[in-house]
């Protein structure tokens, strides 16, 4: 899946998300933000320019993201996303409005749109996490010339093939390979169990 995959995933199978930003005091606030669009330059979600939201998106323009799809933990499916925003006003309100006629319900008239301006999340990276795949699938993504800072545990040529770490994996997703273990990062949970059992610490986490 491309990046674009993965944010049209957010609004069409997700939707509402739980969105964090840093108050001026430097702590984390969260709300409930509905994702309403995603095309090549980004995501894009609209707030009142009255809220307490929209004056932190002013005043940091960066913010965290995480939804879930699934009935239970072992069928849900997460996505999460953080990045830079910028407010571009009321240019896609109409397409917003058009795509999700929910909002006209919330504010019915042309007055009371006015209040609203549109963001766009145009620059930044994220994770899927996939539980419902046996072993679990994990991926990681930017977008808008973001840096790619993927992480996880690595088996460096330390390793002596002991084997260890193989039989700590819950998820059976490290394979010998000419004698040295490499790590599936597609299917690695970041339990760190591999680095803590490693009797050379041939194992680490970038």
């Known amino acids: 899946m491309t990046a674009k995959d993965y944010l049209e995933f957010i609004v069409e199978q997700i939707h509402s998300t739980v969105v964090a930003t840093v108050d001026e005091d430097g702590l984390p606030v969260t709300c409930v933000i509905d994702m309403m669009y995603a095309d090549d330059k980004g995501l894009y979600f609209l707030t009142a320019k009255g809220k307490n939201f929209y004056k932190r998106l002013k005043d940091k323009k960066y913010l965290a ?5 699934g009935e239970d933990t ?26 999700n ?9 042309e007055e009371s749109i006015q209040a609203l301006t549109v963001f766009r999340i145009y620059e930044g990276s994220g994770e899927w996490f996939d539980l419902s795949k046996k072993p679990i699938e994990r991926d990681s ?8 800072k993927s992480s996880g545990y690595y088996v460096t040529d ?20 000419n004698g040295k273990a490499v790590i ?3 299917n690695c949970l970041h339990c760190g169990n591999c680095a803590a059992v490693c009797p050379v610490n041939a194992v680490i986490m970038k």
């Open 65 to 69: 993201l995480s939804g879930m799809k």
């Open 74 to 99: 072992m069928s849900c499916t997460a996505v999460s996303v953080r990045g830079k925003v910028e407010e571009l006003g009321s240019v896609m309100l109409s397409l917003l409005f058009e795509r």
């Open 101 to 109: 006629p929910y909002m006209h319900e919330i504010y019915p008239t």
């Open 141 to 148: 993504f930017t977008f808008g010339g973001a840096e790619d």
């Open 158 to 177: 330390e390793c002596i093939g002991c084997g260890s770490c193989q039989a700590v994996c819950p998820q059976s997703c490290i394979d010998m390979v």
């Open 184 to 186: 599936r990062q597609q």
